[in-house]
């Protein structure tokens, strides 16, 4: 089925520590997002990619990395995890990278950090 | 700067009964909008979008949001709640060239049997 695989779907983290979320779309789709969602704020954009090879910062991008090394694949790294970062993480993907795309979402990773 | 505010939070409607989710935005130019559901532990679903023309746009599900760059409003609504409707729903724009959404804070629909 075609889609965004999230991996891990749970996970809980010690602050400090490091944490990669994966995203693999296999829709070919050339854009791909990060967003965050926390009660009371909805989605907030972290990173995105327009194309393989290119990124960009999104609403609240600080304590997070990501990399484009193809089109498929857009992990996303905290590299010292804290517990303002415990959200629910949502990669998401379109056709292209214009404001009337449609984006497609994964079923999202919940992280915890203690 | 591009915004997106859902005024209510939480709404609660019997089943059967009609239902009007709020939206309102502030975006410079003419906007695309979006509506998007989000079952329990699901990620979001398209429900509907309005780029241009008609200002009456149908979704899925029974759904439909009207534009009115007047009040700078997409409300969505539905004339008769299920109980499978219950769910959050998210307003977003689009903004700019870079396809990033702008989304509103979520409204939590509950439905009564």
């Known amino acids: 089925i075609a889609g965004i695989t999230q991996a891990p779907t749970s996970q809980i983290l010690a602050a400090g520590r490091r944490m990669t979320l994966r995203c693999t779309q296999d829709?070919?789709?050339?854009?791909m997002y990060w967003y965050r969602q926390d009660l009371g704020l909805g989605l907030r954009l972290i990173h995105y990619?327009?194309?393989?090879?290119?990124?960009g910062k999104g609403e609240v991008p600080d304590g997070y990395s990501v990399s484009r090394a193809n089109t498929d694949d857009f992990p996303l790294t905290l590299a010292s995890a804290v517990p303002s970062q415990t959200s629910v993480y949502f990669c998401?993907?379109?056709?292209?990278?214009?404001?009337?795309?449609?984006?497609?979402f994964g079923a999202g990773s919940r992280l915890t950090v203690l | 700067a591009q915004s997106v505010t859902q005024p209510d939070i939480h709404i609660t409607v019997s089943e059967g009964a009609s239902l009007e989710l709020r939206c309102n935005y502030s975006?410079?130019?003419?906007?695309?909008l979006f509506w998007y559901v989000q079952s329990p532990g699901q990620g979001l679903q398209l429900l509907l979008k309005?780029?241009?023309?008609?200002?009456l746009v149908q979704g899925i599900k029974g759904f439909e949001a009207e534009f009115k760059r007047s009040q700078s409003s997409f409300n969505l609504r539905k004339p008769s709640v299920h109980w499978s409707d219950a769910a959050e729903y998210f307003c977003?724009?689009?903004?700019?060239?870079?396809?990033?959404?702008?989304f509103g804070q979520g409204t939590t629909l509950q439905v009564k049997p």
């Open positions: 998401a993907s379109s056709v292209g990278s214009s404001g009337a795309n449609v984006l497609t």
């Open positions: 829709m070919r789709h050339n854009a």
């Open positions: 990619s327009n194309t393989a090879g290119t990124t």
């Open positions: 975006y410079g130019a003419t906007p695309y």
């Open positions: 309005y780029f241009s023309g008609d200002t």
């Open positions: 977003a724009v689009g903004a700019g060239p870079t396809g990033k959404l702008i």
